[in-house]
């Protein structure tokens, strides 16, 4: 390692992915991630498990980041760590591990907003995006529009007023008796249904902003329905009924991106988080990217879900710009950009 070498260990501990993640001059040189099974059963993430699953796993992770990456604990020159927003439990984790070990190396502590990072996700390989480019973020915990100015001057343009879009798929899962976290279902069996087979509102907010909590009642309620008609409607018609849900939420997501490039006349567009995974919402924005000549950019999937390696890159570009934070450094449940 030579002297000018930037070296940094990032933690991330926001809900329920423990990941460390080394960054040797803004080349991300692993991202390991430990998932936690223990929410499955319980239908959601539960905060308390969630913190004590961090307890076990972060040491461990860490241990495997630094020594698979070829670097020694004494090269490194600062350590990152997800403030917020997060569980606050999960997070002070994270944060109170980050502080400790910064003191005893005796280097810089860097704070990094998640949100913040998972659009910064974009920079861990090629292609990268050009300034400006709107990044459309869409996660089990968040759906934000972000117009990206530059590496860490970004402005929220919209964002979800109640529940975020993996919730949506997760929520009305659960109600079609799927298993958690029932999202990357609900896309297996749109695959085979009909998207016009049923019709599921699709909200539309003021602005540029969302609302995914209606479509959960108005599934309840048709279910409920249907069901008093036929106890075996569930079981019937799934595909069908996944690719109505589905449908409605990617329109939901695509006509607020759609208004947002019209107004900031942007054609670099962007998508991170977990639910960037979901093929139906992959191929409609394939499809009319090429209609609208924009260039698209969507991450691989393990830089997509929460993971270190997009903390590792925020904190490589705040380490340039000189900002740490001090040893008094709390986390933050919400925190804004
Ligand atoms: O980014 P992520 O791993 O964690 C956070 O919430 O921050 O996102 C998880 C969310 C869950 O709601 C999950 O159901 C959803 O992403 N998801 C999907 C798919 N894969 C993951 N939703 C729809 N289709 C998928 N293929
Ligand atoms: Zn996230």
């Known amino acids: 390692m030579g002297t000018k070498d ?19 001059n803004g080349k ?44 020694s604990k004494s090269d490194l020159t600062a350590v990152a760590f997800t403030r ?38 974009h920079f861990i390989e090629d ?3 050009k300034f400006p480019f709107i990044c459309l973020t ?14 860490l001057q970004m402005e ?22 799927l298993p958690y976290p029932g999202g990357p279902l609900i896309d297996k069996h749109a695959k085979e249904g009909n998207p016009k087979a049923f019709e599921f509102p699709i909200t539309r907010m003021p602005g540029l902003n969302y609302s995914f909590s209606g479509i959960k009642t108005a599934v309840l309620y048709f279910l409920r329905d249907k069901l008093q008609e036929n106890p075996k409607f569930i079981e019937e018609n799934l595909n069908d009924l996944c690719a109505s849900i ?22 670099e567009i962007a998508i991170a988080g977990g639910v960037s995974a979901n093929s139906g919402l992959r191929n409609t924005l394939t499809q009319l990217a090429k209609e609208k000549g924009w260039n698209l950019y969507i991450p691989k999937f393990e830089y997509c879900t929460d993971n270190a390696a997009m903390i590792a890159m925020a904190a490589h570009y ?20």
Do not use: W
């Open 6 to 24: 930037i070296t940094i260990l990032a933690i991330e501990s926001s809900c329920d992915e423990t990941s460390a993640s080394i960054i040797l």
């Open 28 to 71: 991300v040189l692993n991202n390991i991630v430990a998932t936690q099974s223990v929410h499955e059963k319980y239908g959601g993430v539960v905060p308390e498990l969630a913190s004590r699953a961090h307890q076990e796993n972060l040491i461990p992770v860490i241990h495997e980041a630094i020594s698979t990456s070829g670097i």
């Open 84 to 121: 917020g927003p997060g569980l606050m439990g999960s997070l002070l984790v994270g944060v109170s591990f980050a502080k400790a070990f910064a003191q005893s190396l005796n280097i810089p502590l860097i704070d990094v907003n998640h949100m913040q990072a998972h659009v910064l996700a």
């Open 127 to 129: 292609p990268k995006p």
């Open 138 to 151: 869409v996660s089990g915990g968040h759906t934000q529009l972000v117009l990206v100015k530059d590496y």
């Open 156 to 177: 929220v343009i919209g964002q979800t007023q109640d529940d975020a879009v993996g919730e949506a798929f997760d929520k009305t899962a659960k109600l079609l008796g």
């Open 246 to 267: 589905q449908y409605s939420l990617i329109q939901m997501l695509l006509i607020k991106l759609k208004e947002a490039v019209k107004e900031y006349k942007v054609k």
């Open 318 to 337: 705040k380490y340039l710009q000189g900002e740490f934070v001090g040893m008094d450094v709390t986390p933050l449940a919400k925190m804004k950009f």
